[in-house]
């Protein structure tokens, strides 16, 4: 039988055709890179402008793109890192070379670690210096991919004019496949500027596989899941990123599975439900429990360290282990290992499961989280667990949070109600300082009708000082919470525990208020009394502002040492 697919194929119209052959002057193989994001379905790009790069950039103003430029490229990744995670459309970083590019790994680290779809493209030396010879052209590297190779899903590198929209197409498939993640596209600075006559491009289509579960590992996992005796589920980011929440509350109440989420995690189950064992995994009384489950479903996570209790983890029960990233399957304990999608498996699940009912999961469910509140309260932590609430009664519902790697953040990742999926976000997969307020940035871009928040210690606010001049420019509607205990507070309790006394953790800083004031950010000081009104103050008023929290926060004791 034969397949004739030329029929599926866009014809064009005879004005279409007459348009192809008579292209418009004036265009460049930047046009071509901006022409080609268009007619993929980009609305909004990120970057910073270097001189390889400026062929794309001059491209920018003869098209309908959105540019938010931020002040150095790394945090032009976090941005759009953000603006993926947010939107789970693919977000496009544009760089020059060398020092440019290598700026922006970090950025793309997370971007990885988290599955962001990022599609970083930057410029390269002039095509007669590609190969690894040493010219001496500026920014010259022997072979810039090479630094990105470790880091990012795929790498392109173009050569001509006529390559540049089938390398686009390819890394933006590249990013949008299962599991999403950030992908690397590098043009000459020659072949970015030199002419073309190449026809305008249109509407192009680069739409991944769905990755399915094969069939017979789904009815294993279901016939294991219905004959269970204490079932238990771990949802991880795969579960928010594809958008399968509402699958996985349907399928813990069929099986009335207690369900806890990861950090990555955060709002893919409601905090309050009767079976939410909430975000308590850095808790031995979470991990206790989920290792009593007979039969674990974990689901779009890797169960790496944070997610294990620091690997301290050891389930007794069968596992059964779906995600979207072939090489994290069984890559910490051996499981039913199923290559898929979460949302597409959570749907073949909830077909082939018989329903199954324990009176009893609820009530173990509240055993353990009294457990955890009770060791909490044991340790004299009243302050943190104010400032959390406070930030919660603040922060509207479906506002977006992005939290940077600093005390509260730590807290925010267990105690934290994420009250809907994809709201709240922060750099604990590649853990970088620097996150939070470039991030906040990235996806107020994606949805201005909300406010976003950003929360930062000093020490990591340092690194973004310069991205308040962004948030005023674009009049962003995010609000930067700082956290100012004088130094880098994790590693001074760190190193005090570890050495009986810290180094290099002091910091010398600048008045945060007067900062922000001078970039014509409305800024306060507040206190852990007044932070719930003075942020949601804050957080009501249009355009960017600056909440400055004064406070020595403490972590809550481990449990895996």
Do not use: C
């Not at 062929?55 to 945090?75: C, H, K, P, Q």
């Not at 999961?361 to 400032?387: C, F, K, N, Y």
Request: glycine share 10%.
């Amino acid at each position: 039988m034969s397949h004739d697919h030329h029929d599926e194929r866009p014809q064009l119209t005879l004005e279409q055709i007459a348009a192809a052959l008579t292209p418009p002057g004036g265009r460049n193989g930047g046009d071509l890179v901006v022409e080609t994001l268009q007619g993929l379905g980009a609305t909004t790009v990120f970057g910073l402008p270097g001189q390889h790069a400026l062929g794309m950039f001059d491209a920018l103003r003869r098209s309908a793109l959105t540019y938010i430029g931020l002040r150095v490229e790394n945090n032009a990744g976090f941005a759009a890192d953000a603006y993926g995670r947010i939107t789970g459309e693919v977000a496009p970083l544009l760089l020059s070379t060398g020092p440019g590019a290598l700026t922006s790994l970090a950025a793309l680290q997370e971007a990885a670690t988290a599955s962001a779809p990022v599609l970083a493209i930057s410029s390269q030396i002039p095509t007669a210096g590609l190969g690894g010879g040493r010219h001496g052209y500026l920014h010259e590297l022997r072979d810039q991919k090479a630094s990105f190779r470790d880091i990012v899903k795929s790498v392109h590198t173009v050569r001509t004019a006529s390559q540049i929209p089938s390398a686009i197409a390819a890394a933006w498939e590249s990013a949008l496949s299962a599991p999403h993640g950030p992908v690397w596209i590098e043009i000459p600075q020659d072949v970015l500027l030199a002419e073309t006559t190449l026809p305008v491009v249109t509407a192009m289509d680069a739409a991944p596989p769905v990755l399915h579960p094969r069939p017979e590992l789904a009815a294993v996992a279901a016939h294991l899941l219905s004959n269970a005796e204490r079932p238990a589920i771990i949802a991880g980011g795969g579960v928010v990123r594809s958008d399968a929440s509402g699958k996985l509350l349907a399928l813990a109440e069929k099986l009335d599975a207690p369900v806890v989420t990861t950090f990555g995690g955060k709002g893919a189950f409601p905090w309050e439900h009767p079976l939410s064992l909430q975000s308590w995994l850095e808790d031995r009384h979470t991990t206790d429990f989920l290792e009593s489950a007979d039969v674990l479903l974990v689901i779009g996570s890797g169960l790496g360290e944070l997610s294990s209790n620091y690997h301290t983890f050891a389930p007794r029960g069968r596992v059964i282990q779906i995600e979207a990233d072939a090489g994290k399957l069984e890559s910490n304990h051996p499981a039913l290992g199923i290559h898929a999608d979460a949302r597409e498996a959570l749907a073949d699940l909830l077909d082939a499961v018989d329903r199954r009912e324990d009176p009893s999961a609820s009530h173990r469910v509240r055993t353990v989280l009294e457990a955890v509140r009770d060791r909490i309260a044991g340790q004299e932590l009243t302050l943190e667990q104010r400032l959390i609430a406070s930030v919660r009664r603040a922060l509207p519902d479906t506002s977006p949070s992005f939290w940077d790697m600093t005390i509260l953040a730590y807290w925010a990742w267990s105690a934290f109600d994420a009250r809907h999926p994809n709201t709240m976000h922060s750099a604990q997969g590649a853990g970088g300082l620097g996150y939070g307020f470039p991030a906040a940035l990235g996806a107020a871009a994606a949805d201005r009708t909300k406010p976003v928040l950003a929360v930062s210690g000093d020490g990591g606010a340092m690194y973004s000082i310069a991205e308040l001049a962004t948030a005023r420019q674009y009049d962003l509607p995010v609000t930067w919470l700082i956290v100012d205990d004088g130094g880098y507070g994790i590693l001074r309790e760190y190193m005090t525990g570890a050495f009986g006394e810290a180094t290099a953790t002091e910091l010398s800083r600048p008045d945060f208020v007067a900062l922000a004031e001078s970039f014509g950010v409305p800024a306060v000081r507040t206190t852990p009394e007044t932070l719930a009104d003075d942020l949601a103050k804050s957080l009501a008023e249009p355009g960017p502002s600056v909440v400055v929290l004064p406070a020595l926060l403490r972590m809550f004791e481990p449990t895996h040492l």
